[in-house]
């Protein structure tokens, strides 16, 4: 089922500047996407116009069957849940429980108690409950942000580079969080090697579309990485080189799952070679003997 459409979506700051250009993309229900582009593109300011926050615009977006106009901002908003890039800008109760509790409540939900309880679980955060959210690290505070998001039980996720500013410990367990979160997720992120771990499909924006496909298939494409001044994860830079010293790279790894089965295809090739040739040239020996 297609939870969100947007459909030759343009949109310009008061200044003048174009920040979305002809936009047309899907998601589907279960589907996780990563947005991807360099700053500037039009990340940012696709998901809070896709929430209803950058009005007006030209073209259409329907969320979960209803078009967003102005007039039902608030109540598509409802299927929808946004992740701010700094959660600092999402935090603002006395304590993380009562920060989890505020959506629900502000959408007057059943059962809040048993919504931040489960946004706090899913997101192992519990412990955190009474804590003062300015004082968590910064990991901790999207983790809390995302369970606030998660106690409103939208049909959508947006995320706003959810692993920026993060320690690389702190990143790997968000990632892996994401992951496993069965959730319709919409990425806004340059981290393709996180992107990598987690979505099914991505998009490279650059104020409008320029390529979409699995991010394995776009990172191939070096003529668009370059157009885009997207930056190859570490990985695939020395899976490049790898293949450049003439060891045949089939798919350039994103990730480290992906670089460890590139690897091993690469050694068992490796060695088949090496055994091959052995083969040949032991007939030789045998009969100089």
Known sequence: MRVLEASHVSFTYDDGTIALRDLTMTLDEGEKVAILGPNGAGKSTLLHLLSGFR?????????????????????????????????????????VEEDVAFGPMTLKLDDIEGRVMKGLRSTGTEHLAKRRPHRLSHGM???????????????????????????????TELVRLLKSM?????????????????????????VGVVKEGTIRDLVMDTRVMEEVGLELPPVSKMFRMIDSMGYSVENLPVSMDQAVAELTKVIDREGRQVHTQGTAKSPGRRKKT
Request: proline share 6%.
């Open 141 to 171: 505070k999207k983790r809390v942000a995302i369970a606030g998001i998660l106690a409103m039980d939208p049909r959508v996720l947006l995320l706003d580079e959810p692993t920026s500013g993060l320690d690389p410990k702190s990143r």
């Open 182 to 206: 069965n959730r319709t997720m919409l990425i806004a992120t340059h981290d393709l090697e996180a992107a990598a771990e987690i979505v099914d499909r991505a998009i490279i924006l650059n």
């Open 55 to 95: 009005m007006p615009f030209d073209g259409n977006v329907v969320v979960c069957g209803k078009k967003l106009e102005q007039g039902n901002a608030d109540e598509v908003r409802r299927d929808l849940g946004l992740l701010f890039q700094d959660p600092d800008d999402q935090l603002f109760m006395p304590t």
